[in-house]
């Protein structure tokens, strides 16, 4: 395991913490970066309240990492977007193994995306009022409802639930989207990822949870689709932008997450050769954009 260490400033702490999030990190938590120094301030809040702020003058946010390479490639990632030009990087180092596996559990419980349908870990019992469930348990792919930006897409998925007759789910991570989908009864659905944990991790999901859904590298996307669902960060999103649409059947719908309220606006941009984009959901400074072509 490697750690990313990046220091920020009290204003860039949760756009950081949300992005590491985004890009897989295994863990990511917040300290003063001045702790123990003749500049700590400390923060004080109500007993049993959140903190008032969500980090400090000068936080270190401590991003969590499989290996070194991915630890790396995510800060460079995260110093290439355009509101992280006070964003340093501190460290990139080992950490020594601990039992991950109890820890990680211990952090993910059920999640509800609908009062209906509920994301599952193996090892928790569904809620009572649960109709509809899907089981995952955090691998080493992203996804797994826990995110602002994933749960946004299934409620888009469930509000929506209609047998779309062909989806892709393009990024898929640990397949989630192209999971709920399959729950709610579309089919042929074709998920793909760059990351090949992500293409392994989605067939296991998938599995899992009793639908069939194709996953593979993104070369296997091919056709139109009536459903087109996409939770990257607004970066790729918009160089992704002919890509996903040359995949819409006119008529056909696309989903986007992974985008700050203030990107909507170059994301409108982006798509505009193509498709209207609207807001239609947030959550905690995210939002989802969907289209019809
Ligand atoms: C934020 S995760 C979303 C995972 C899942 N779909 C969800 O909603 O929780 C983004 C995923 O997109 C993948 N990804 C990033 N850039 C991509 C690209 N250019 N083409 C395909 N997949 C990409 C990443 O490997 C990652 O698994």
Known sequence: MHELLLICSEDDVEIVSDALM???ALAVSVEDADADTDAEKALFGEPGMPAPKSGWQRSVVRALFPTEAEA???????????????????????VEEQDW????????????????????????EAPAQAKQVMQLDPGLAFGTGTHPTTRMCLRWIARNAEAWPRVLDYGCGSGILAIGAALFGATNIDAVDIDPAAVTATLANA????VSVHAALPDAANGEYPLVLANILATPLRLLAPLLCSHLTPGGHLVLAGILERQADE????????VQLEVSDSEDGWILMTARR
């Open 267 to 274: 994301l409108k941009e982006a798509y505009a050769p193509w």
């Open 72 to 94: 790396t490639e995510t800060a460079t990632l995260i110093l290439a977007q355009d509101w992280a030009a006070d964003v340093h990087v501190q460290a990139i180092q080992a």
């Open 22 to 24: 985004e890009v897989e």
């Open 207 to 210: 599995e899992a949870n009793k």
């Open 101 to 124: 596996v109890r820890l990680t559990q211990s952090q993910f419980k059920p999640v509800e995306i609908t009062p209906e349908f509920w994301i599952v870990p193996s090892w928790h």
